[in-house]
């Protein structure tokens, strides 16, 4: 297991950059997933659905393809709880989609919008650390915050069913990305409001 620490106590960055690349990559997997999930129940209940699915989940193939690619140069491998992000990911966009094509935008948005502080965070610490990595995520953002808009103009209605299921399934893609970090996602978090205090 990585060490974040350096020997004077210092965070060691090149650790938290592979880190960032790890559950980066994991993300975008068990993105795909859920997409995969929904566009199989999708064909059977709402195929109206099934195109702008699949081209998220296109999207999502192409994510992780990069993140996956920029790994060798950072030493950095992939995530050891895969499993858990395809499982959890399956799962998510399987009961998803048999709540009805509100809850499939509803989970499109509390994913998209999670990712999307995390993705601005990592932005934050990658600024002066890592610029080629920090173009890369700029530029998937960018395709991850037209998910999230495509998922707030499509649901119909915001009642009960996104009141429930939005923080539910945001809470659940927090804990899955802190796992996948070992807590470094919450340490950049907190170092990066320091910064802005400063």
Not at 136 to 148: R, W
Request: a positive charge.
């Amino acid at each position: 297991m990585d060490n974040p620490l350096s020997s004077a106590g210092k965070r060691d960055y090149p650790v938290t950059v592979r880190r960032i690349l790890k559950v980066n990559h994991a993300g975008e997997f068990g993105a795909i997933r859920i997409y995969g999930a929904q566009i199989w129940m999708a064909r059977r209940l709402f195929p109206e659905m099934v195109s702008a699915l699949r081209e998220m989940r296109d999207d999502e193939i192409e994510h992780c393809r990069l993140f996956r690619h920029a790994m060798p140069s950072r030493n950095a491998k992939p995530c050891r709880v895969m499993a858990f992000w395809s499982l959890g990911g399956y799962l998510l966009g399987f009961l998803t989609a048999l709540g009805g094509r509100n809850m499939v935008w509803i989970c499109t948005e509390a994913v998209e919008s999670t990712v999307h502080r995390h993705l601005e965070d990592q932005l934050a610490f990658l600024k002066t650390r890592d610029r080629e990595l920090h173009g890369l995520i700029a530029s998937i953002q960018e395709e991850e915050l037209a998910h999230l808009r495509e998922a707030e103009r499509n649901q119909t209605r915001r009642g009960i069913g996104h009141a429930l299921l939005l923080p539910v399934v945001a809470a659940l893609t927090d804990l899955m990305i802190w796992l996948s970090t070992w807590g470094d996602s919450s340490w950049m978090r907190a170092e990066m409001a320091r910064s802005k205090r400063v």
